[in-house]
């Protein structure tokens, strides 16, 4: 009555009570008894999207290992082939007319007809040319994803696929200039080969991130630059011992202030008794034992001592200078008189000697 209504669904029709003796697969395959044991390994379902042949392949080396006599083994390979097929691929062997498949070779060839559009073709070796390591990639995973294209071509040839992986390489990698000037003949070799470039790479990775990782930890740490800073923010190295020679470079001449800039309240001589003053604070150059015959007379360095340049000029003088009001000193004649009194004596400061003069010559 059901039926008869348009627009209804049509039920599920009833089942024959005789149902169970029909069968898609010959007599000879029906009346042959399936050992008690047997049993189907659990693999992955085929639905008819993927390659048909490889599902076949996977079936047979599943089937090898179950222990079964030779004159059952076909009849076990037909039966229990549908229980590895779900959906529209398992309503396709429950609609193959009845008695029809004589053999499990019968069954392969109609399936493979059947889903031939979902069949993968074959890769030659040609193909390997088009597998290229991206700029980011890394070596291994690179070797990892060659390695498996060249496995899915059978009769690869040796050589064009050591090429193919050579020219697949960044030009900038280390190991295609390996391969470059040592070529390699066989595929095992280059892997064995690219071992050391992957550890290579990898290490230095290593180091990448406990460097991130210790500038995470001191953010405040300031890196090291190859640039050069100027005289406020060099570093004054002092040597071990007090003693420095004349600089004679014009680079920092030109960098460090001249002495008048500072505006002290006294004179170029007030300013070497101040650093005289200070002691194992303030460096003093070696004196020049050498003919001074050559040099010129006129210009005289109370610092150095010695003729060829005025103190107001001397480039250590000014560096002196620079160091000593970084670090806090010689403020006490910046913008007024020192007080040279008796007080300053009696505080334990000395007065300073005289500072030296130039040598008189005898004409």
């Not at 059952?72 to 062997?93: H, M, R, V, Y």
Request: charged residues 30%; glycine residues 4%.
């Amino acid at each position: 009555m059901i039926s008869s209504v348009p627009g209804v669904v049509q039920p599920i029709p009833e089942a024959s009570p005789t149902s169970h003796r029909t069968s898609i697969f010959s007599p000879a395959i029906v009346d042959t008894e399936v050992p008690k044991r047997f049993q189907t390994h659990s693999m992955k379902l085929y639905d008819g999207t993927t390659d048909p042949e490889e599902h076949i392949t996977q079936y047979r080396e599943r089937m090898e290992i179950i222990p079964i006599p030779g004159h059952l083994k076909e009849a076990c390979l037909c039966k229990g082939f549908g229980s590895t097929l779900i959906g529209s691929t398992l309503k396709w062997i429950l609609n193959v007319p009845r008695y029809s498949i004589t053999s499990f070779a019968h069954l392969v060839n109609i399936f493979n007809n059947q889903f031939s559009c979902s069949r993968t073709f074959k890769k030659i070796t040609s193909d390997l040319y088009r597998v290229v390591q991206d700029p980011k990639e890394r070596l291994r995973d690179f070797v990892n994803r060659f390695g498996r294209q060249a496995l899915s071509i059978p009769n690869i040839n040796t050589a064009n696929g050591v090429d193919a992986f050579k020219m697949g390489l960044r030009k900038d990698s280390p190991f295609y200039e390996d391969l470059v000037m040592t070529p390699c003949k066989r595929l095992d070799e280059v892997r064995w080969r690219a071992l050391r470039f992957i550890r290579l790479e990898e290490d230095k990775e290593l180091h990448k991130i406990n460097n991130l990782s210790n500038q995470h930890e001191n953010p405040n740490k300031k890196a090291e630059s190859s640039t050069p800073r100027c005289y406020k923010s060099k570093p004054y190295s002092k040597s071990d011992h007090h003693w420095v020679n004349a600089l004679k470079d014009e680079g920092e001449k030109d960098k460090l202030p001249k002495i008048t800039v500072y505006c002290f309240s006294v004179d170029i001589s007030g300013i070497i008794h101040a650093m005289q003053d200070l002691g194992d604070k303030s460096r003093w150059p070696k004196r020049d034992n050498k003919s001074a015959s050559w040099k010129e007379k006129s210009k005289w360095c109370a610092y150095h001592e010695d003729f060829s340049h005025m103190t107001e000029g001397c480039i250590v003088v000014r560096k002196e200078i620079s160091y000593h009001l970084s670090k806090g000193y010689l403020k006490e004649i910046l913008g007024r008189k020192r007080k040279k009194t008796k007080e300053n004596s009696q505080d334990g400061h000395k007065i300073p000697e005289k500072l030296g003069s130039p040598p008189l010559t005898l004409r």
